[in-house]
């Protein structure tokens, strides 16, 4: 024996092989593991959870603001779905929320992270205002020329971004974002400058004529702008869940290399997806400068490309799912509205309220996609 030998005390314990594993791997006598299946109903249940958590701190937030609990029950419910008014508006923002959280959803499908909707909105906005101050097309087809100019323009800005991607490994993220700037700086430039209205001399663009915007339903103020988003989510729907495209941005999402190893025209299938976001987005801008204020402004699209990634999000890139976050993030912009003017809510607490909403449910995503299980001694 040697003298290293005795220098070992002879009490010492036997080391569990077992519970020494189960310390590194887990957190003391829990272990986190990947949940290999999850029933539709806990996902369900999951998802109310996080998103009931979110509204319930959310609550608090508006309450230590200032408002009273029974004030929020009367804007979030009463006032906004007791009158035909408020909810034709609810209905006429959440049509170009719907639109965008569509254009999110596609480009996701395929891991192509879009963050300049609000860039390619302007773009679409810009060329269907060109076809309307240019009085492009016969005036029975004016709408659907600015529709397909914007869907267009949507598209081929999108284009730059894709192309840096593919071809130079450019990350999206950054060429989109920086995008926005470029494109809203266009905007002001036409809007302060040859496009300006000549009767008002505000920097907006001149009011459309009665043939260049989006008609009215025939009831409240509602345009047509949702239905057109309702025919927009069902092809998307019909495109990424019935059709072999479906499928095969099905497997590129799951797996891009072994996509590519399949045979799968991986870029195609990522370049179609990013385009298409991109005439969704464009789509959007047309909505709302020909179905809501009927001319191009300078702020039109603030606030819709983070709204539609949180669509896009809570939705889990479900077209139909979207359309039910949609209905509640237009709720949630209309109350907003109400509790900044007569509670003089600022707005950052409104983006707080639908950041914290986030939060709650990507916890409910971990909790889905994780679970966790107690370590049993001698296991």
Known sequence: MTDIDHNIP????????SELRAKRQGFGRFNLEVRQHASAWYQVVALAGGVGAGLFIAA???????????DL?????????????SLSDVLTQAAPLLIVGLAAAVAFRVRFWNIGIE??????????????IGNIGPAPLRVATMFIAAALGGMLWMLIPALLRIRHGVNEI???????YVAFNLLLHLLYGSWKDPKSGFPNSEQYEAVERLATVGWESLTYALPLALILTAVIWWLLNVSRYGYFTRVVQANP????????????????AALLSGALAGVAGFAISAGVEYRMTQGFFVGYGFSGILIAFLARNNPLGAVLVALCVATLFIASQSLQV?????????????AVVVICVAASEFFIRYRIRRIHRGS
């Open 119 to 132: 860039g390619q909105m302007i773009l679409g906005s810009i060329a269907a205002t060109g076809v309307a």
């Open 60 to 70: 608090l937030i508006l309450v230590a603001s200032g408002v009273g609990f029974s």
């Open 73 to 85: 029950a009367n804007e979030f419910i009463f006032s906004i779905f007791s009158t035909p008014r």
């Open 10 to 17: 002879a009490a010492l314990p036997a080391v569990n092989n």
């Open 257 to 272: 290399r072994m996509a590519a190893a399949m045979g799968l025209p991986v870029i195609a299938v990522t370049m179609g």
């Open 342 to 354: 007569f509670y003089q809510i600022p707005g950052s607490v409104v983006q707080l309220v639908q």
């Open 174 to 180: 950054i060429s989109t974002l920086l995008l926005n």
